[in-house]
């Protein structure tokens, strides 16, 4: 900036041109000075042709007024504008997320119940699952499924059951009903009956009351059984149970390895038993019928077939010192693969002892066909290639010796289950008799001196009996097996 003259700034009291003609009023160059605006009425730059339109100071400050009025309006009018169309944007994406979000809070509540505490929450769930919690799978099917409640199960596993067995439409549904109705924690475990016609509701009730009882196995032991013939029995009950929703769940391997080698703990239970070293409970699991639960324990049922075996016993025969009650088993045992009617037990009996009397019968062979028969299979299944899962469908007791009995060799301990080349009873009883061979066992009828039998083969299920060779002779040619 420059000062174009002397002179003090205040003098004058005008600030154009024309109130300071002598040039001593200082002026201040800011390169504008210069610059005359145009009269936008007479068109010159000269200020002396300007024609200033004449304002009152009233209509001047009503301009003024106006025009701030009308800014400010239109700031309102947009921003009540912005205002409509933000509404109208975030409810249409409203429109269009609501049924994920809703589904996203239902999902989360069921894995949450906790969320249901939420004041909102509840009532976007059930207009989330809508019918599902009122209207059932199939009104019309009342069939009746037996549903399993496992301990400790959560709703969220019942729920999840309950939809994979097609009797929920929506597994959310159940939690959440169970959690609304305050139940979720009464679920009883156990069996229950359900049906597709229940609602949900219904459902629910039924979880939480008095489970229905727990169904029992009726597993028969038939008499004249080996220990490797109940494992079979056991097999096929299992591969085709009574009741698939309760089917039997015993350990077989387990229960062959008790039955073959019961352990000294449980012997000690049972002071009438008293078996060799090193032998199997073969003979003394009582065949019978027995009702069992499904559950059942390998060494509960052992138990259960002892118990039964003393309960049974002919009188006395617990009395008997242990190495005479396991003969008598052993003759029972050969009884009970012989013999059909009641009648001729003792009689086969006698034989038997009569032949193990060596004043009577000095050979001391038994020639038993039962032993051979027994000494076969146990053989066959000790073969890898007769794994225990196998033993169900094999042929017990049916096998055809192609050379004479006499010349039948079994392997190591198995060679003296041939009773025609081996003197005296079998290592061990063939097979589990019922009470009439144990009493027959018991007391023989020996006193007829008879040392030879065999089936009439008349359809009788009776024997022809004989003391000497040439009276069996005789019988053979006479029930055609001799020509």
Same mark, same amino acid.
């Given at each position: 900036?420059?000062?174009?003259?002397?002179?003090?700034?205040?003098?004058?009291?005008?600030?154009?041109?024309?109130?300071?003609?002598? /040039?001593?009023?200082?002026?201040?160059?800011?390169?504008?000075?210069?610059?005359?605006?145009?009269?936008?009425?007479?068109?010159?730059?000269?200020?002396?042709?300007?024609?200033?339109?004449?304002?009152?100071?009233?209509?001047?400050?009503?301009?003024?007024?106006?025009?701030?009025?009308?800014?400010?309006?239109?700031?309102?009018?947009?921003?009540?504008?912005?205002?409509?169309?933000?509404?109208?944007?975030?409810?249409?994406?409203?429109?269009?997320?609501?049924?994920?979000?809703?589904?996203?809070?239902?999902?989360?509540?069921?894995?949450?119940?906790? %969320? +249901?505490?939420?004041?909102?929450?509840?009532?976007?769930?059930?207009?989330?699952?809508?019918?599902?919690?009122t209207?059932?799978?199939?009104?019309?099917?009342? $069939?009746?499924?037996?549903?399993?409640?496992?301990?400790?199960?959560?709703?969220?596993?019942?729920?999840?059951?309950?939809?994979?067995s097609?009797?929920?439409?929506?597994?959310?549904?159940?939690?959440?009903?169970?959690?609304?109705?305050?139940?979720?924690s009464?679920?009883?475990?156990?069996?229950?009956?359900?049906?597709?016609?229940?609602?949900?509701?219904?459902?629910?009730?039924?979880?939480? %009351?008095?489970?229905?009882?727990?169904?029992?196995?009726?597993l028969?032991?038939?008499?004249?059984?080996?220990?490797?013939?109940?494992?079979?029995?056991?097999?096929?009950?299992?591969?085709?149970?009574?009741?698939?929703?309760?089917?039997?769940t015993?350990?077989?391997?387990?229960?062959?390895?008790?039955?073959?080698?019961?352990?000294?703990?449980?012997?000690?239970?049972?002071?009438?038993?008293?078996?060799?070293?090193?032998?199997?409970?073969?003979?003394f +699991?009582?065949?019978?019928?027995?009702?069992?639960?499904?559950?059942i324990?390998?060494?509960?049922?052992?138990?259960?077939?002892?118990?039964?075996?003393?309960?049974?016993?002919?009188?006395?025969?617990?009395?008997?010192?242990?190495?005479?009650?396991?003969?008598?088993?052993?003759?029972?045992?050969?009884?009970?693969?012989? %013999?059909?009617?009641?009648?001729?037990?003792?009689?086969?009996?006698?034989?038997?002892?009569n032949?193990?009397?060596?004043?009577?019968?000095?050979?001391?062979?038994?020639?038993?066909?039962?032993?051979?028969?027994?000494?076969?299979?146990?053989?066959? +299944?000790?073969?890898?290639?007769?794994?225990?899962?196998?033993?169900?469908?094999?042929?017990f007791w049916?096998?055809?010796?192609?050379?004479? +009995?006499g010349?039948?060799?079994?392997?190591?301990?198995?060679?003296?289950?041939?009773?025609?080349?081996?003197?005296?009873?079998?290592?061990?009883?063939?097979?589990?008799?019922?009470?009439?061979?144990?009493?027959?066992?018991?007391?023989?009828?020996?006193? $007829?001196?008879?040392?030879?039998?065999? %089936?009439?083969n008349? /359809?009788s299920?009776?024997?022809a009996?004989?003391?000497?060779?040439?009276?069996?002779?005789?019988?053979?040619?006479?029930?055609?097996?001799?020509?």
């Amino acid at each position: 900036m420059t000062l174009r003259s002397g002179g003090s700034p205040r003098s004058g009291r005008g600030r154009g041109p024309d109130s300071d003609p002598e /040039g001593k009023i200082p002026v201040l160059d800011t390169g504008w000075n210069d610059y005359q605006p145009v009269d936008p009425v007479s068109g010159s730059a000269d200020p002396r042709d300007r024609k200033k339109p004449k304002l009152t100071p009233t209509e001047s400050r009503r301009d003024y007024r106006s025009t701030r009025s009308a800014g400010i309006g239109g700031l309102l009018r947009f921003g009540l504008f912005a205002l409509i169309l933000g509404g109208l944007v975030v409810g249409g994406l409203w429109f269009i997320a609501r049924p994920a979000v809703v589904k996203g809070l239902v999902d989360w509540s069921a894995e949450n119940p906790t %969320a +249901l505490k939420l004041p909102f929450i509840p009532d976007l769930v059930r207009s989330e699952l809508n019918t599902s919690l009122t209207v059932p799978v199939d009104a019309n099917d009342q $069939t009746n499924v037996v549903f399993i409640v496992a301990p400790g199960d959560t709703p969220q596993q019942i729920a999840q059951q309950l939809y994979q067995s097609g009797l929920l439409r929506e597994s959310r549904a159940f939690v959440f009903e169970s959690i609304q109705s305050g139940l979720s924690s009464k679920f009883q475990a156990g069996r229950h009956g359900l049906n597709k016609s229940m609602t949900v509701d219904a459902m629910i009730t039924a979880l939480t %009351a008095t489970p229905l009882p727990t169904p029992s196995v009726k597993l028969l032991f038939k008499e004249g059984l080996s220990i490797e013939e109940m494992v079979g029995v056991i097999e096929k009950k299992e591969a085709q149970p009574d009741d698939p929703t309760a089917p039997l769940t015993l350990d077989v391997s387990q229960f062959y390895q008790l039955a073959k080698s019961p352990p000294a703990y449980m012997l000690a239970d049972y002071q009438w038993l008293k078996l060799p070293a090193g032998a199997s409970l073969e003979g003394f +699991l009582f065949p019978a019928t027995y009702t069992i639960a499904p559950d059942i324990t390998p060494e509960q049922l052992i138990r259960q077939l002892l118990a039964a075996f003393a309960a049974n016993a002919p009188k006395g025969l617990l009395d008997l010192p242990p190495d005479q009650l396991y003969k008598t088993v052993q003759v029972a045992a050969l009884v009970e693969r012989e %013999a059909v009617v009641d009648s001729e037990r003792p009689i086969i009996a006698g034989v038997y002892t009569n032949r193990l009397n060596a004043k009577v019968w000095p050979t001391g062979l038994l020639d038993a066909d039962p032993t051979l028969l027994y000494g076969y299979d146990l053989m066959t +299944l000790q073969d890898p290639a007769n794994p225990i899962t196998a033993w169900v469908d094999y042929p017990f007791w049916t096998h055809r010796f192609s050379e004479a +009995l006499g010349k039948v060799i079994f392997p190591g301990a198995l060679a003296a289950f041939n009773t025609y080349s081996h003197k005296g009873l079998p290592p061990t009883p063939i097979c589990s008799p019922g009470a009439a061979s144990l009493a027959g066992a018991l007391n023989p009828t020996t006193s $007829t001196g008879y040392l030879f039998f065999l %089936a009439k083969n008349d /359809g009788s299920n009776t024997h022809a009996f004989a003391k000497t060779q040439k009276e069996q002779d005789a019988n053979a040619k006479k029930y055609g097996y001799l020509p």
